[in-house]
């Protein structure tokens, strides 16, 4: 039986995870920003109001987190990095659970959640349907390069 359990993200915690990152993931983060990975992980690390990530055992299987984009009208940016333990179908069942309930949180939190998605991280997507955001069906340019990126998006009921 997997023990999965999800805390507050440290810095340490992102190394783990920088270590063990998807390919796609890498990718979509220096598609959408410009920036190295590494870079762009510290980046939306120091710029979020929450982050989190899920370990697997002792396996970290994601870091996440939500960037506040207007406080005032209650909408931030929901992103996230995963590892390659969600190649495991066990562990990203775990995972889709445990998720979930961090995005009805983060929606506590914020009423409107959104953000991007590469439109070439596949897994990404999938993710994204299975927690209950809506995304968008025609890509459209996005990020410095204008690589085609999916909206999606999470209102509170």
Aim: charged share 20%; glycine share 8%; net charge negative.
């Amino acid at each position: 039986m997997i023990k999965a359990f999800i805390h507050e993200a440290t810095m340490e915690d992102m190394g783990r995870v920088i270590a063990f990152a998807r390919d796609a993931d890498k990718e979509e983060a220096e598609a959408m920003t410009g920036k190295p990975f590494v870079e762009a992980l510290v980046q939306s690390y120091r710029c979020s109001s929450h982050c989190w990530v899920g370990y697997a055992d002792i396996m970290p299987v994601c870091l996440f987190g939500v960037a506040p984009i207007n406080s005032f009208a209650g909408t931030a940016a929901p992103w996230m990095i995963g590892t390659t333990a969600l190649d495991d179908q066990m562990v990203a069942r775990k995972f889709v659970r445990e998720n979930g309930a961090m995005v009805a949180q983060m929606n506590e939190l914020y009423h409107h959640l959104y953000n991007w998605v590469d439109a070439r991280n596949v897994a990404a997507i999938r993710w994204l349907k299975w927690l209950g955001f809506e995304v968008g069906e025609a890509p459209a340019p996005f990020g410095p390069e204008g690589l085609p990126f999916h909206y999606f998006e999470k209102r509170r009921a």
